[in-house]
Structures are given as structure tokens and as C-alpha cells.
């Protein structure tokens, strides 16, 4: 009699394609099941498409990828939440915004966690903040995990309702940092009405470009928590009073290796909004070859300077009177002496002008150390767009103090440039680490670490190294076809050789004996695949009784047919087949 025997792999599938798309279905609540096609409420293996207006009504929404195509907003409760592991985008014209009405009363106050990225498509919304007073909802942001956060915005305006952030915190580990590459990031202005803040908990914020961060709250404590392990590359924008008046702002900046924040004093012009000072720390020689001095100076740093900027509000120019940069260890300071001073230049670092201190007394504890100019009188004028420049210098005559050093650099130095796995059965995983140590002087980022082989893993993406210090990374033989295998890691960091690979081996045999594999099974079966959860390439195991035509199809969570993988006569034992997602 002839046989026919249909195998599905439902149950399996579900597993890849619990990570496929899954789109809203209606308007709705996200933790309800009938918003969401085939009533499945998204996990964070699941990519999610917002086709209509949902509302995360629960602290705890997840998702892999986010597409916003519809409206996406907070129920107008407190303390719901989403974490989104992937990378958020945001389609022209649609919205990720705090809710969709003000609340009747009080405060509500949500939380965006982004793992990846966020890109906001050109008259795409996305904003956290729907109030201007007292009574309203507001989000924060948290950028957080092990890889980078890139953010791409589309403008370079501030506008209140339309890519607006409200508090903001940076946790990123492992040396991940958080990427603005294109447009402006504004963090709301309001200091009196709940009073947005950035905090720096772990990671490094780059602004790439022209791209500004700018915190327009105008409280000297709008940003909490600068410090070597948390600081910006690039232009930090920081918000003035626009009541008139002195005032003073730290910009906790640095480059890719160095900690050196700086403080600005300068008077606030009366009845302006809107406006911003920004900073920005350069690595390299403020002398552009053939500078000029002024005020008591005779040499500025060959190892880093500062460059101010202001954009306006509604006022032209902004004044500034006075700067505190900060130098430490490897800056060409020695502690004890009163000779080290302030410079700024007005015409892009042709000359330079010293402006004390003479009194101030250096000293190096291996953290930044301010150093403040005397006040300066009358105030120097930057108008809107404009900018000049900051470095420490030393007083005319003086040798104490070299301002020079040599550069801070990364080590890449591996304990192995091969390993050999030996013989290992199909279906199984060995495991192995290379050790990379940094016998540098500055932090040792690698960026990205990237397997050419499919026989081999690795799950750590990124790694950051500290001076004098070793990490280890698991390299994962886990075959899914017989034979020789070989491949390379390859390693990019910010160390001189810039790529460093690592020759891997290993001999796949199969995965049960010849004689299990010439028994017959005594039932139809579908074994669990391997791996799972699925990879690109992912190995079916089944077992036939007897001789029997064979229908292996492959399902997604919805039921709809993937791929056929097997149709045909096939005799009894046990069988694989290769599905590649």
C-alpha cells in the first residue's frame, strides 16, 4: 500500500518567526490581543508594524524592530513603558508621541527604552513631551545595552511638537556609545514645569557632523553625572536663561580617549528663548603652525583645545566672560606651579590671548582639573552661528609646564591568532575564548567582531578594553553539516593595526552512529532542530518507519506556507534537511 506522509514544521517555525512581522490589525490597546493580527500580543523577539493608532497601556511593552506607520502614543496613565531591543523608525508623517490628549490632571510620566537605533523620516513626529504646563504627560528616553544607538533625526530647528525629547539617559555598557549622525536632538526648555534632565550614566554621546545636542533647559543642574565614563564627542548645546543675567554652564566633553569638560560664563541677553552656547573639545595642537600670542603667554597646547559656538533665539549674539577648561595626567602640566594660564582666540586660533589666573596653583589627582580665566572685560560677543576657540596655555618665559605629551593610544594584543576545534558531531556546540588585551595608554574600542563562517560565533559584537587590562571573547564551534570547516573572526578596532583576525578550524562528523543511522525507527517523528532558536541556516531532522512519499513544509505563526523543504519518495531511517531563513 502506498503511503504518503505530510510532516509540518509549525511548532519549530514559530521560534524563527516569532521574529517576522507582526502589524496591528486595528485600532487598540498594545497588551490586547485583538489589535494585533493573529490576536498575539508582541514579545521582544517580534518585529512590529504600527498600521493604525495604538496605545501602550502597560509598563512592560516589548518589541524587536519598531516600524511606526500609524500613530503610536502612551494611554493617559502613569508609568507605562515599551523596550524596544531592535531599531525604531519612525515614517513621514506618523507619530510616536506621549499621548494622544492632555491628561485631565497631574502628571503622567512614561519611558522609552531603545536598545538600537532611532531614525524620525522627514514629517515623521516624535515627541515626548504634551505640555507646557504643570498638568501633562512626558516621557523619558533611555538609551541602554551593549551595541551603539545611532539616531537619525530630520531637523535642525527647534519645534516644540514635532521631534521633542524630555529627559534623557544614557546607560550604555560594554564601551556602546550613542550616535546622533544627522540633524538636531532639543531636550525640552521648560526648567520650572516638569523640568526635563540628561543624565550620564554610562557611555559616550558622538555628535557627528554639523549635528547639535541641545539640552535648552536653562538650570545649571539640567545635566547630571559628566564623568570619564560618560561624556560627549562632538557639539553639546546647553539652554540660557532668557531673564538677562550671569550665569555659568559646564559642558562635560571630551574625544574619544580623554575626559576634559569645560565651564562658560556668560551674560544671558534679557527676553531671548530659545538659545543655546555650545562646546565642543578638539584633539591636537591649538597652534595652527603659525599662531601669535597675546596677554603674557608664549605657547598654547599641542595636545587639545575647545571650540564655542552659540545659535540664537531671538537675541543676536550671546557675550561670554570667563572659561575654565579643565587639563590632567599626559596634558604637559606638572603640579605645584603658578605658570599655567587661559587663552581663547576670536579669528579661528590665528592669535591667542591669555587671560590669567596667576594665582591659581596646578595639582593633578588623575581626574580633570579646572583652571578659571580672570573675568573678562568687556565681554567677548559671539554672534549667532559664530565661534571661538579655548586652550590652556603658559605664562611668557616659563618652561614648567610643556603642554605636550605624547598622544594616548590603544594596544591590540591577542593571547592566540588561531584555534582548532578538533572533531565535533553535527548538531553540537564547543566552545573556546581568545583573550585581547590592551597594553596601551588609552581605552582600546572594538567595534565590531564579525565570524565569516556560519560554523562559528560569536555573540559579543563590540568590546571597550581599559589601559593594562584584558577581556575574553567566546568563539562558538557549533556545525550543522559534516565535513571540514575553517573560517576567520575579524576584529575592528581603534588600535593601531585597525583589523586583527583569528583563524578558526574544526571537523564536523555526524551526529549519531552508523548504526543508529542504518536502524529503522519504529514511528514518524520530526526531531528538534538545530540550533534553536533558529539561525540562518538551521538543520531538520526526521524519521520514517517505512518507505513513504514525503511532504516537508514549513509554517509561519499565522499559518501561511514558508517553503517546501522535502517532496518526494524517501525510505525508511532518518533524515535532514537544511532550512535557510
Not at 606651579?337 to 587661559?342: A, E, P, Q, S
Not at 586583527?500 to 542504518?518: I, R, Y
Request: proline share 4%; glycine share 10%; charged share 10%.
Amino acid at each position: 500500500m502506498k503511503r504518503i506522509v505530510s510532516l509540518s514544521v509549525m511548532v519549530m517555525v514559530c521560534v524563527v518567526f516569532s521574529q517576522a512581522q507582526i502589524t496591528s490589525a486595528a485600532d487598540g490597546n498594545w497588551s490586547a490581543g485583538a489589535t494585533w493580527t493573529g490576536g498575539v500580543v508582541p514579545t521582544e523577539n517580534d518585529d512590529v508594524v504600527i498600521a493604525n493608532t495604538v496605545s501602550i497601556d502597560i509598563p512592560n511593552a516589548k518589541c524587536k524592530n519598531l516600524t511606526v506607520s500609524g500613530n503610536l502614543y502612551f494611554a493617559i496613565t502613569n508609568g507605562n513603558g515599551i523596550t524596544i531591543f531592535g531599531n525604531t523608525t519612525i515614517d513621514a508623517g506618523k507619530r510616536f508621541r506621549m499621548a494622544s490628549a492632555t491628561p485631565s490632571s497631574g502628571t503622567v510620566m512614561q519611558t522609552i527604552d531603545f536598545k538600537g537605533d532611532l531614525t524620525v523620516n522627514s514629517t515623521g513626529v516624535f515627541d515626548m513631551r504634551q505640555t507646557s504646563s504643570a498638568i501633562g504627560s512626558v516621557g523619558r528616553v533611555i538609551f541602554s545595552g551593549t551595541t551603539n544607538s545611532t539616531i537619525k533625526l530630520s531637523l535642525s530647528i527647534y519645534t516644540s511638537s514635532t521631534e521633542e525629547f524630555n529627559s534623557v539617559e544614557i546607560n550604555k555598557t560594554g564601551g556602546a556609545k550613542v550616535i546622533l549622525a544627522t540633524g538636531n536632538l532639543y531636550q525640552n526648555n521648560n526648567t520650572s514645569n516638569i523640568p526635563d534632565t540628561l543624565i550620564l550614566t554610562s557611555g559616550i554621546i558622538e555628535t557627528q557632523g554639523t549635528s547639535v545636542w541641545a539640552m535648552l533647559r536653562t538650570s545649571s543642574t539640567a545635566i547630571v553625572g559628566g564623568s570619564p565614563s560618560s561624556y560627549f564627542t562632538g557639539k553639546l548645546g546647553v539652554g540660557i536663561t532668557n531673564s538677562g543675567g550671569n550665569g555659568e554652564r559646564t559642558f562635560p566633553v571630551g574625544d574619544q580617549n580623554s575626559y576634559r569638560p569645560i565651564n562658560v560664563r556668560c551674560q544671558g541677553p534679557a527676553n531671548s528663548t530659545g538659545h543655546f552656547v555650545w562646546a565642543q573639545h578638539f584633539a591636537g595642537d591649538a597652534n595652527t603652525g603659525t599662531s601669535t600670542f597675546t596677554g603674557g603667554i608664549d605657547k598654547v597646547s599641542k595636545l587639545r583645545y575647545y571650540e564655542i559656538g552659540y545659535t540664537k533665539g531671538s537675541a543676536a549674539a550671546m557675550s561670554l566672560y570667563g572659561f575654565s577648561p579643565t587639563y590632567s595626567d599626559g596634558d604637559g602640566v606638572n603640579p605645584g606651579n603658578m605658570d599655567l594660564r587661559v587663552a581663547y582666540s576670536t579669528n579661528a586660533r590665528a592669535t591667542w590671548n591669555g587671560v590669567g589666573p596667576t594665582t591659581d596653583t596646578t595639582k593633578l589627582s588623575g581626574q580633570p582639573q579646572l583652571i578659571a580665566s580672570d573675568s573678562i572685560a568687556p565681554s567677548i560677543s559671539v554672534a549667532d552661528g559664530a565661534s571661538m576657540f579655548v586652550a590652556i596655555a603658559r605664562a611668557t618665559g616659563t618652561t614648567t609646564n610643556s603642554l605636550e605629551g605624547s598622544v594616548p593610544t590603544p594596544q591590540f594584543t591577542l593571547n592566540s591568532k588561531s584555534f582548532n576545534f578538533g572533531s565535533l558531531k553535527i548538531n553540537t556546540t564547543k566552545s573556546d575564548s581568545v583573550m585581547i588585551t590592551n597594553n596601551g595608554t588609552a581605552a582600546l574600542s572594538v567595534s565590531s567582531i564579525l565570524s565569516t563562517s556560519i560554523d562559528f560565533q560569536v555573540l559579543t559584537s563590540i568590546v571597550n578594553v581599559n589601559p593594562g587590562s584584558s577581556v575574553y571573547v567566546k568563539i562558538t564551534f557549533m556545525p550543522v553539516t559534516v565535513g571540514t570547516k575553517s573560517g576567520s573572526i575579524i576584529l575592528t578596532h581603534n588600535a593601531a593595526s585597525a583589523k586583527d583576525t583569528v583563524s578558526v578550524s574544526g571537523t564536523a562528523t555526524p551526529a549519531t552512529s552508523v548504526k543508529l543511522e542504518n536502524s529503522i525507527p519504529t514511528a514518524f517523528a520530526i526531531q528538534q532542530n538545530f540550533p534553536n532558536p533558529f539561525n540562518p541556516t538551521t538543520m531538520i531532522t526526521y524519521q520514517l518507519p517505512t518507505n513513504s512519499s514525503v511532504l516537508l513544509s514549513v509554517y509561519d505563526i499565522l499559518g501561511k506556507e514558508v517553503a517546501t523543504l522535502v517532496n518526494a519518495k524517501k525510505e525508511a531511517g532518518h533524515h535532514s534537511v537544511q532550512f535557510n531563513a
